[in-house]
């Protein structure tokens, strides 16, 4: 968004060089870029003592695989033979015109 603003000629100079900008643009976006993360920043500080935290390192991917497959995994088939209305059993007359 294009805007016109009037700054402060000393305050863009002390900008200017406490970073390594090479126009005002920059050193304007890195101020306003400041700004926001400072806002974060505060957000997050007041959620201090509201979070818990786990410090517990995380499983290997392996160790989650073979715990994924292990609680998700479907119980087995039944064993023995099928019923006699199963659907996979049932045969159908095919018919030839």
Known sequence: MRTNIDIDDALMDAAMRAGPFASKREAVAAGLQLLARKAAYRDILALRGQLQWDD??????????????????????P??????????TATRKVSST
């Open 56 to 77: 517990e390192p995380l499983p290997t991917p392996a160790a989650r695989a073979t715990t994924a497959s292990k609680v998700h995994s479907p119980p087995p088939p």
């Open 79 to 88: 064993y023995g033979k099928r019923a006699k209305g199963d659907a996979r």
